[in-house]
């Protein structure tokens, strides 16, 4: 194999499968729970790993914010600060109905998520439905 070939081969071997970087960093942002720049999001990462240059990162939350996934504002400091669009819980609820609707058996599918649930969970969702009879 040739030298070229050989660093291309390396360099994909480095590469994150597609997407993973987007999902990390909206994860990111969730957990930070406020806004932050590039900068900020590239220091969070593991020193151990391989660790994206800052310009991957502001490409990737630009397409973020292109897509609607996150805001972007400048802060007092001069530098933009990202922060998701959307909270976790809403974009797992977003996840999950959007499942439910692709399925040609939504009952099974209710009732296989339903069986999956600890008692603590079950006991909410007992609670929600009770809620929402309540405002019918």
Known sequence: MTAPALETEAMMAERRPHGELK???VQML???GEPLTAKALRARFESDEHVPTLQTFLTVLERL???GVVERELAPSGEY???PTRSESS???ERMLGELMKSSDRTDVLL???GGLDEKDLDTLRSALRARRSTE
Do not use: N, T, Y
């Open 23 to 25: 999902s990390r960093l």
């Open 30 to 32: 969730w957990d930070a």
């Open 65 to 67: 914010r292109k897509s």
């Open 81 to 83: 600060v990202f922060a």
């Open 91 to 93: 974009e797992a609820v």
């Open 112 to 114: 296989g998520f339903a």
